[in-house]
């Protein structure tokens, strides 16, 4: 009897040595330089043309309500059970349409976590006959821990949105078509400009837990037509997450406060936000409470932007330029600590493939990049100080139709933190990476 158990003991040892060998490999930390997914991405960006000038920009614009006919579940929180209950805050796609004549571009976002790749996937044909595409079309969200979901597949998908309901993929991409249609038929000459305003006050580091390494800037772009039509596209790195794990109800959050304080005043009629670089980024009056928090971070954000709109340089634009660029990555690394990592095949078992991209959009002398991730607002400080050094304005976005997790500062990387270790999927140096390609779009776009 000791015998056979002994052996069965053995047995159960060899399987498990079997199954973890299987399962478990360690982590690849490799020059980045030398790594042919960098060097591949590179390359496009050599082979990239810039469009040329064209005739005075031209811009419209439109919103779309986009709530779902009936309930889902809400996107993000494991602890909401079940569906929201009602539509608190209405959420919306808004959209930005732009052209010089020779190059059309728009700019949308969506009151929502993330702009879904399940969206993204059935873009092109939803937006055929438009003159726009996913090559020129740049794309955002709020950021709201607050909105719908039932927008993603698969284990981590439905982790993330609740169980997957294709029908709501199509309710979204039919809302980003119909907004954008809508801009189109309202159009008309324009004068752009570009500000920023000092709020570091409004947001803190909450992977370090400090101040200091933030991105402080809330940025916008204000767009004045011949009509006397006035909008507004703000940009703010804190995270949108005020009502997160505390009610069953839609809510855009502060960034949908925020728009509907600028709405209200008399020298603007649209405004829209999209995420900034929210990656470890916090807004610093959470501790408030949930409703005092939403109201306060809005209003102090609005009054910044009342406080600079009429300082804002303004000039006719020629310049319009798109940037859809593929972008490799190296290997997924679901890490379990700082050297062991789950199989590839392991990991394809839970994600859902799609392909990644970076986004640019060039508007005059100010450039939009679209990352498709949680971007770190401290990896911006750098790229605004390399655009400035080439005469240009930059707004850095999270969330363009991908999603590859965070990307953190490479000296974070081992840190045991959610950012850092749960929602790191790619491996070492992607913060560098990110920069690169970035800096390299400044100079090609």
Same mark, same amino acid.
């Given at each position: 009897?000791? =015998?056979?158990?002994?052996w069965a003991? /053995?047995?159960?040892?060899?399987l498990?040595?079997?199954f973890v060998?299987s399962?478990?490999t360690?982590?690849i930390d490799?020059?980045?330089?030398?790594?042919?997914?960098y060097?591949?991405?590179?390359?496009?960006?050599?082979?990239? +043309?810039?469009a040329?000038?064209g005739?005075?920009?031209?811009v419209?614009?439109? =919103?779309?309500?986009?709530?779902p006919?009936?309930?889902?579940? #809400?996107?993000? %929180?494991?602890?909401?059970?079940?569906?929201? &209950?009602k539509?608190?805050d209405?959420?919306y796609?808004?959209?930005f349409v732009?052209d010089n004549g020779?190059?059309?571009?728009?700019?949308v976002?969506?009151d929502? /976590?993330?702009f879904p790749?399940?969206v +993204?996937a059935?873009?092109?044909d939803?937006?055929a006959?438009t003159?726009?595409?996913l090559?020129?079309?740049?794309l955002?969200a709020t950021h709201t821990?607050?909105s719908f979901?039932a927008?993603?597949?698969?284990i981590?998908?439905e +982790?993330?949105?609740?169980?997957?309901?294709?029908?709501i993929?199509?309710h979204?991409a039919?809302c980003?078509t119909l907004?954008i249609?809508?801009?189109?038929? %309202?159009? %008309?000459k324009?004068? #752009?400009g570009?500000n920023k305003?000092?709020?570091?006050?409004?947001v803190?580091?909450?992977l370090?837990?400090?101040s200091?390494?933030t991105?402080p800037w809330l940025r916008?772009?204000r767009i004045?037509?011949?009509?006397?039509k006035n909008?507004?596209?703000?940009?703010?790195?804190?995270?949108?997450?005020y009502?997160?794990d505390s009610?069953?109800?839609?809510h855009?959050?502060?960034?949908?406060?925020l728009?509907?304080? /600028?709405?209200?005043?008399a020298s603007i009629?649209?405004?829209?936000?999209?995420?900034?670089?929210?990656g470890s980024?916090?807004?610093?009056?959470?501790? =408030?409470g949930?409703?005092?928090?939403?109201e306060q971070?809005?209003a102090?954000?609005y009054y =910044?932007?009342?406080?600079?709109w009429?300082?804002?340089?303004?000039?006719y634009?020629?310049?319009?330029n798109?940037?859809?660029l593929?972008?490799?990555?190296?290997?997924?690394q679901?890490?379990l600590?700082n050297?062991?990592r789950l199989?590839?095949w392991?990991?394809?078992r839970?994600?859902d493939?799609?392909?990644h $991209?970076?986004?640019?959009?060039?508007l005059g002398?100010?450039?939009?990049i679209?990352?498709?991730c949680? $971007?770190?607002? &401290?990896?911006?400080?750098e790229?605004?100080?390399?655009?400035?050094?080439?005469?240009?304005d930059?707004m850095v976005h999270?969330?363009n139709?991908?999603?590859v997790?965070?990307?953190?500062?490479?000296?974070h990387?081992h840190?045991?933190?959610? &950012?850092?270790r749960?929602?790191n999927?790619f491996g070492p140096?992607n913060g560098?990476? $990110?920069?690169e390609?970035?800096?390299?779009?400044?100079?090609h776009?």
């Amino acid at each position: 009897m000791r =015998k056979k158990l002994t052996w069965a003991a /053995l047995a159960l040892a060899g399987l498990l040595i079997v199954f973890v060998a299987s399962t478990v490999t360690t982590v690849i930390d490799e020059p980045l330089e030398q790594t042919a997914y960098y060097q591949r991405t590179m390359q496009r960006l050599d082979d990239f +043309t810039p469009a040329t000038n064209g005739d005075t920009v031209q811009v419209g614009w439109a =919103k779309v309500n986009l709530a779902p006919a009936y309930p889902t579940p #809400i996107a993000i %929180d494991a602890h909401r059970d079940g569906n929201f &209950e009602k539509v608190l805050d209405s959420v919306y796609v808004r959209a930005f349409v732009f052209d010089n004549g020779t190059q059309k571009a728009a700019y949308v976002t969506l009151d929502m /976590l993330i702009f879904p790749p399940t969206v +993204t996937a059935v873009l092109n044909d939803s937006l055929a006959g438009t003159g726009y595409s996913l090559n020129n079309t740049f794309l955002t969200a709020t950021h709201t821990h607050s909105s719908f979901g039932a927008w993603a597949p698969g284990i981590i998908g439905e +982790t993330f949105a609740g169980e997957y309901d294709p029908a709501i993929v199509a309710h979204i991409a039919h809302c980003v078509t119909l907004a954008i249609r809508k801009a189109s038929m %309202d159009m %008309d000459k324009a004068q #752009i400009g570009f500000n920023k305003m000092d709020c570091r006050e409004l947001v803190y580091n909450r992977l370090l837990n400090d101040s200091t390494n933030t991105d402080p800037w809330l940025r916008y772009i204000r767009i004045t037509r011949d009509d006397g039509k006035n909008a507004i596209i703000a940009n703010f790195a804190a995270h949108a997450t005020y009502l997160h794990d505390s009610i069953m109800k839609l809510h855009r959050d502060y960034p949908g406060h925020l728009v509907d304080y /600028l709405e209200r005043m008399a020298s603007i009629d649209f405004a829209a936000f999209g995420a900034g670089a929210m990656g470890s980024m916090g807004p610093v009056y959470q501790e =408030k409470g949930p409703w005092l928090g939403i109201e306060q971070m809005a209003a102090d954000l609005y009054y =910044k932007v009342m406080q600079s709109w009429n300082n804002t340089p303004m000039n006719y634009l020629t310049q319009l330029n798109t940037l859809h660029l593929p972008v490799d990555l190296g290997e997924q690394q679901m890490r379990l600590n700082n050297s062991l990592r789950l199989r590839p095949w392991v990991v394809k078992r839970v994600f859902d493939e799609t392909p990644h $991209f970076m986004k640019g959009l060039r508007l005059g002398n100010t450039v939009l990049i679209g990352t498709p991730c949680d $971007f770190s607002g &401290e990896l911006v400080a750098e790229l605004d100080s390399f655009a400035s050094s080439n005469g240009l304005d930059l707004m850095v976005h999270s969330f363009n139709g991908d999603f590859v997790g965070y990307i953190t500062h490479d000296d974070h990387y081992h840190l045991n933190a959610y &950012e850092t270790r749960t929602m790191n999927w790619f491996g070492p140096h992607n913060g560098r990476y $990110f920069q690169e390609i970035i800096k390299k779009m400044i100079d090609h776009i």
